[in-house]
């Protein structure tokens, strides 16, 4: 458990001529904070941390019981609307998953494929479907350890629980990361395959392919700059080919892709449920007891960019539905069908630089000459054999 103070702020009030030292940390906090198990998360009325969502159903979380008793015993407080740190107006929250024990449901932190995840996570209880704008600024604080693992910040999750989620940011050794799990589709594995949503009840829905895109190389991905990201994507199941997705880093267009978003109704599935649904904060293995941490603020949702308010952060939405960019290119490509199929066997399609990659006792072997930085992060995050 970290003890670095990640903030402090020291007040002193003066109530009848006596004087109450507070002081308030966001790592080892010994004041209670219930803001995640809110249906607002905390935020008030006016207040622009988030803006856009329909209040009712609200917000809602996994993990509640277990959260609870963890924040109890260790004095911690896991997810914190607070107001010392934010990007604008009056707050933000501070978000943090400590890797001293796992402290979320026995599905997530024993799942039947052998891993184990952490998760402070907030999610919408509600979904959406068509075009759809959500902004999401996060900073990362100096606190935060860095990983071989995957750490998501944001997904697009559908809102049917035993699908696997169709898009995820993360934060790993190649840097900021936008994960695509629904570019070619699922499967149903009708006897029920534990690969396939781990985390779930109903493991049988298997996502065919992933797809990763680099947006921000790991070596220029700083601490203690705030990033703003907006989003754009059009989540349509009925018409695949005007399916797209976008994504703007402090105003610039980084990513652009057509191809699948949202996942079509299969054999079992609540077709009421084939909506996209969002979820923010820290979402990972479990395994490396590292620690993470992140603010975020200014999370919005809209059916048009104008709706964000991002003009608050200084950005033009004309001049941002302006930009234009070559379509975007994975940099990973992984056959999850034969991962599936053969109960945990990686197969990668495409590696950095088109390199040849074929399967071998179980590992990856790459059969080129690629740049050494390249090699030796691929060689941390696939277990890679030069």
Known sequence: MKTTLEFIKLTIVTVGGAIAILLLTGIASFASSNDLYKKSLGVGWGDTT????????????????EMKAYEKKTGTVLFDLQSEVTRHGDTAFFIQAPGDECFQRQS????????????????????????????????????????????SIAQFHSQYGPYPPMFMLFINEMGLV?????????FVGEKGMHTCSPGSSTKKYCEKQMEDYQLIPFSELKTNVWYDVVF???FDNKNIDKGFHKIWINGELVHERHNQT????????????????????????????????IYADEIHFGRKCSKLGINNLGYDCDQI???????????????????????????YLKLPEDNIVIVEDKDIVIKSTINNNIRDELNKMFSIKN
């Open 50 to 65: 988030t803006k856009g969502w329909n209040s009712q159903p609200g917000w809602t979380v996994t993990g509640v019981k």
């Open 108 to 151: 997530d932190c024993n799942r039947p494929d052998g891993t184990s995840y952490k998760r402070v996570e907030a999610k919408r209880a509600d979904g959406f479907i068509g075009m759809s704008w959500v902004s999401f600024s996060f900073m990362i604080p100096d606190t935060y350890e860095f990983d071989s693992t995957d750490m």
């Open 178 to 186: 936008w994960h695509h799990e629904s570019p070619e589709g699922m």
């Open 232 to 234: 754009n994507i059009n």
């Open 262 to 293: 949202l996942w079509k109704r299969h054999k079992g599935a609540d077709s009421r449920d084939m909506i996209a649904n969002f979820n923010f904060g820290l979402y990972g293995s479990a395994k490396n007891n590292s620690y993470q941490a």
């Open 321 to 347: 539905e302006a930009q234009e960019i070559a379509e975007s290119v994975p940099f990973v490509i992984e056959d999850r069908v034969h991962f599936h199929l053969t109960g945990g066997e990686k197969k």
